[in-house]
Every structure is written in C-alpha cells, then in structure tokens.
C-alpha cells in the first residue's frame, strides 16, 4: 500500500472514530465532564496516526477540536466558547493532541525504518548465503535473480555474463543472459542486453525514464565480471544502496562458483591422467609379461619346430593358448572398467544357483587353473542367487586368477558360500581363500585400487577393482578377512532369494 492510500485510511479511521465517540457522548452529555470528551477525542487523533501518519492524525485532532467545541463546550451548537476555562480546556486538548501525534507518529516511523532494516539485513543474509552454501554455478545463477526478483519486484531480473565463461567484461566480448527471473524476456530485450560490447555500466538507469530500467555491474576487485539488470523498477536511495550491496555479495559468489568448477574441471584432468598413467602402468606390465611368453613359444616353434618332440611341441601350444587366454582376460578387464567409468554398467539379474556360478566362473579359467586345484564348499540350504551372473561371474573368476597366481605351486584354492550373517537382507558371503604370502594390513583398503602392489610382492592389476566395482553395483560389499592368519580370504556379498521356511 503506497503512502498516499495510508494517508486516506488514516482520515477515514479519524473520522469514523468521531463518529463513534459522538454517537457514545452524545446522550451521556448531562451527566459527564467536559474533560472527559477532550481525553476521549485524543484516540481518533492516534488512530489516524498510527495508520495512516502524522497528517492524518492533524485531521483527526482538527477533528476533534470542532465537535468537542460544537458539541461538549457551552453554548452548545456553536462554535463560541464564552467561559476563559473553556478556552484553556480547548488549548490543552489540542496541544495534547497535536505532542502526541508527533510522538507516536516518530514512534511508527522508528518502527517502520527498525522493520526495514531487519528486512534488508534478512535480505543480505539469504543472499550471502550463497558464498558458503552448497551451490553450483548453475544453482547460484539461479538463486541470484530469484532473490531480486523477490525483493525489488521489478517486471523481470536478466544475469549477464561473458559468453566465454569467468574472465572480467571486456570491450567487444561476446555477452548471454546466463539467468532471468519475473516475466519472459522478449527477443528485443535479450538483443539489447546483449548488444553492450562488454562495457560496464554502473549502477543508475541505462535507459530512458520510460522503461525505468537498472542495471549494475557485479565487480570483484576492479574487474567487472557481469551484469543484473531490472526493468521497470523504481528504486529510492536505501534500496539503492541495498542493491549495490547484493551486487558485490552476487558478484564475489560467482567467482567463487566459477573458481570452484575451474578446480573441479583441473581435478579431472588429474583423474585423467592417474588413468593414463594406470593404463601405461597395464600395458607395461600385465600385458607384458604374455606377449613375451607368446612371442617366446612362438620363436622356439619357427626356429627349432621341427627338432621339437610332441611333447615339447604341446608345452609350447598349450603355453600360447595359456597366455592368450589371459591376454584376452586383461584386454576384457580393460574394457569393464571402461565401461564402469563411463557409467554405462547396467545388470541384468537372473536367479542362479551357487554351484552354477562357480562352474561358470572356472569354465571361463579353463587352462589357466589347473585341475584340483579348486576346492569348492557348499552348505546345504543356501539360498539362490540374484544376480547379474555374467558379472559376478567374472567377480569370481578375477578372484580365483589373483588366487592362483599369487598361491605357490601345489596348494588349494578354496571357494565357500553361505548364508551372510547379520544381513539387513538376504544375501550371501562368498569367499576365496588361498595359501600365499597373503596381504598386509595397511594395504588391505588400497588392494581394490588399479594396479595396487601388496605387501607380498603380486600384483592384484584391475582385477580386484573391477570385482568391487561390480560388487557395490548389486548393493554388495568386498573385503579382506582379516582374521585369517595364513595366506588371503577375500569375501563378498551378492543379494539372493528369500528363503522360504518348509512346512510343519
């Protein structure tokens, strides 16, 4: 409500209040003092001021002055006042009144200015926020404009910023509207938005008085780096001020944000290349060492092929599919992590028995385990498994292979299931256990990762972070036992069916 609709209500309430107090007094006027009206006419004075102001509150003392001299002060129904009493009671009245008109009028104003810088340090408060919130760039574009528009109420907000991302406005550089607010902004409104060069504009109207348009540059230091413009606004001087504030609060908030995403997009590259030099690390080692066994079967056949016995001759083929098989084992592990980074890994769950995946994940080992070597423990009454069995699968077979290579010759290699103890859910505890030199403490969190080295000297390459990875994506969990006190157990947890209990 603006002040000239408050100064109306306040007359209003004055005269109505008169009115009221007439039509009380008036048939009580033989049997009361007249100082009793000059006290009560003293309230449509207040009521005036307390609604609509200082002046609304002089009318209703005016007011009040004529029916307390037309309607209480002898002769009656007239305006003249004969006895000097009267005149003093007249005088007080209106001095009276008009002192606490004044008073209470400083007081609302008092109140009125109290409330508005409560308001606008709530506003500052909302709005600075966002330099120690949670916010992307995007989400605080967004939350900038959406705070003006709330507080200024103009037609629309437009954000601007250069085109090219975080960088000062320069002449000449390309602009955007990066966020709005309010009403849709018109196609002419964006070309003029757009079309400053870069300049920067301080705060003040940017165009004519017609379109009451304000603009403000969002600085950081001597730099501007964009620009909140608000059309169709009115602003006086403490909202001014107010806006100039939102602006250095918005303009530090985006840098911080665009400085924050410039980390993010250097921690990639970082990422990146720890994985470059994670697949150079594979390539010199894991696919290394059966190349060299390839190739050197391979040469001994060319040179010596015909001096070979058979016997000799299927060492050196059954060498060649050996090596290759796990060639293409690595490549395929390559490719699965591949795919896990990329966050192409969808499962396709099936309901499978334990026995089953055991099968299947040494049938995808066969030659590189040899025969006995698996011993495979099953209690009576596991549950079956509910699960992508061509992942978990290959979660097995990569625990068997590191099992196998790291084991010394002629031990076993021991897989065992059972009901997971404890379980939120029904799921199952896998385990593969081995008899090599087994896995330090400390490194029993970093074992998971890309060619991780443990303590005993083997190399887990990406065997054992592909397993997790496909582990935690059916809601799994993957660790290292670590009460075991010879050799490794590695146990995982897979989800399966509910049991359901026979009949009595």
Known sequence: MGRYQRSILGVLASLAGLGVLLAILLPL?????????????????????VLGG???GVVGALGGFLCYDYFFLP???????????NWVALLVYVVVVLVVAQVVAQLQRARGDALRRTEETARLYELSQALIGDLNLSQLLTHIVDTVQSVFTP???????PAGGRGALAPGEVLRVAATAGERLAESDVA??????????SLGMTGGTEDRRVSVALAVGDH???LLVLQEVELAGRERSLLGTFANQAALALDRAELSEQALRARLLEEIDRWRSALMGAASHDLRTPLASIKTAVSSLRQV?????????????ELIELQSDRLARLVTNLLDMTRIEAGALELRPVTLAFDELVTEALGSLDGIIGDGRVIVEEPTGLPLLHIDHVLISQVLANLLENADRLSPIGSVVRVTGRVAPESASTAVEIAVSDEGPGIAKDERERVFEMFSQNAGGGRAGLGLAIAKAFVEAHGGLIWID???KRGARVVFTVPAEAVVPAPV
Request: charged letters at 15%; proline letters at 13%.
């Open 224 to 226: 501007p780096v964009g």
């Open 54 to 56: 200082f002046v609304p």
């Open 75 to 85: 002769p009656y129904s007239t305006l003249t006042v004969r006895s000097p009493e």
């Open 29 to 49: 006027r033989p049997h009361v003092s007249i100082a009793i009206p000059a006290l009560l006419f003293v309230l449509p004075a207040l009521l005036g001021v």
């Open 482 to 484: 670590p009460d075991v």
């Open 305 to 317: 092929g015909r001096e070979l016995s058979p016997t000799d001759r299927d060492e050196l083929l």
């Open 192 to 201: 003029s938005l757009t079309a400053g060069g870069g300049a920067a504009r």
């Open 155 to 161: 037609r629309w907000t437009a954000l601007i910023l």
